[in-house]
């Protein structure tokens, strides 16, 4: 018998731009972007598809878009500017992503051209994925308007929609081409979604950098009180550290960790559970509650580091607990461990915290202790 090997090695670079007023006529950095990109000499086209939640916050941003093209024609710009509903429901109901494909194919956008994407995490997740199964992908550029998606999800290379009930089931790993995080899309924010965001940077602080956690704690009226300058500080190094994450470990997530889900198991299921009532920030606070106080329980951490961080996170607003969690004796949040497992490949592979800082990955999980925890937060309130 014979047999052929092939290997192969696919670099891929872009960056994640911070700026203010992104299509304001004085700002040349979208502009400058796009015609330093690729081919010179190819005329490329651009088609724009916003969150029906931003496009109602700014109503002047098509306009914009189109004056800014105006002024730096380096692209055709597509004349329809696609607007569709964002958050989790964009994500549950195939016909949104078929609307993405739709107007890839109508305004002919190829290879060498763009889809730039405004909105959540969510409504990235779905264009992204529907950007990545046309032509077998076309270049995607991310503008993330909440906290949330510019602490994490729009700076990483997932994309996804749910199905069968199931949270990103179905999804690919395409990086974007680029990332741009505009702090005037942050202001019309309403608290909860200002808020949401800062669980991202707690959860990968306190696997990676205690002295971004301490930050963290030193700041929590500032960012409650909308300081914009330390909320830019926060989303900066929040998205630095998922980036070299991503650079740095398993990006395509070929093996089974996945420690920047920390807290992210319980959290996938709580928001199927509240029928998505609860942000995913929310729900991500929730779940790395969750997985301290189980931290604790297991002797990893001390009852003052598990109480530190309970208080950083409800300093912020948010929620330690929410009824779902002990629905049906806490069988339904079994069910989600069973799911996350399901969706690693076979092997259970939870980060926990081994101290404050620095995670742990587990391959196991004792459920009589995760239903103690969820006693405990009950507790709480």
């Not at 696919?10 to 700026?19: D, E, H, N």
């Amino acid at each position: 018998m014979q047999s052929l090997e092939q290997y192969f090695q696919v670099p891929f670079r872009y960056q994640v731009i911070f700026s203010k007023g992104l299509f304001q006529q004085d700002n040349p950095v979208f502009k400058d972007f796009i015609l330093n990109f690729g081919l010179a000499d190819f005329r490329k086209r651009i088609i724009f598809v916003i969150d029906k939640g931003v496009a109602d916050a700014h109503p002047n941003l098509t306009s914009e878009i189109v004056q800014y093209f105006d002024t730096y024609p380096v692209a055709d710009l597509a004349p329809e500017i696609l607007i569709l509903p964002g958050g989790e429901v964009c994500k549950n109901d195939p016909r949104f992503y078929e609307e993405v494909v739709r107007v890839i194919d109508e305004h002919r956008i190829d290879r060498h051209s763009f889809v730039a994407c405004i909105g959540g995490g969510a409504f990235l997740d779905m264009s992204g994925y529907a950007a990545a199964i046309s032509h077998r992908g076309v270049k995607f550029i991310r503008i993330p308007s909440t906290v949330l998606s510019q602490n994490d999800s729009g700076v990483g290379v997932k994309n996804g929609v749910n199905y069968m009930g199931k949270k990103n089931f179905l999804g690919t790993f395409a990086p974007p081409v680029a990332v741009f995080n505009d702090v005037n899309l942050l202001a019309t924010l309403n608290d909860r979604d200002w808020r949401s965001g800062i669980a991202e940077a707690i959860k990968v602080a306190l696997i990676k950098d205690l002295a971004f956690f301490q930050w963290l704690e030193e700041n929590t009226s500032a960012m409650n009180e909308r300081h914009e300058a330390v909320m830019i500080e926060q989303i900066y190094r929040c998205a630095e550290l998922h980036m070299q994450h991503i650079s740095s470990g398993d990006p395509f997530e070929l093996g089974s960790a996945r420690p920047l889900d920390f807290g992210h198991w319980a959290a996938h299921k709580l928001e199927y559970l509240s029928n998505f009532e609860i942000r995913h920030g929310e729900a991500v606070a929730i779940g790395i509650a969750l997985d301290t106080a189980y931290s604790h329980e297991i002797g990893y951490l001390t009852a003052e580091e598990r109480d530190r961080v309970i208080t950083v996170i409800r300093r912020l607003g948010f929620d330690t607990y929410h009824p779902a969690l002990a629905e049906n004796d806490k069988a339904n949040l079994f069910k989600g461990l069973q799911e996350f497992q399901e969706h690693l490949g076979g092997q259970l592979c939870i980060t926990l915290l081994e101290k404050l800082g620095k995670g742990k990955e587990v391959h196991e999980m004792n459920f009589d202790l995760i239903k103690k925890s969820v006693d405990f937060l009950a507790q709480l309130g």
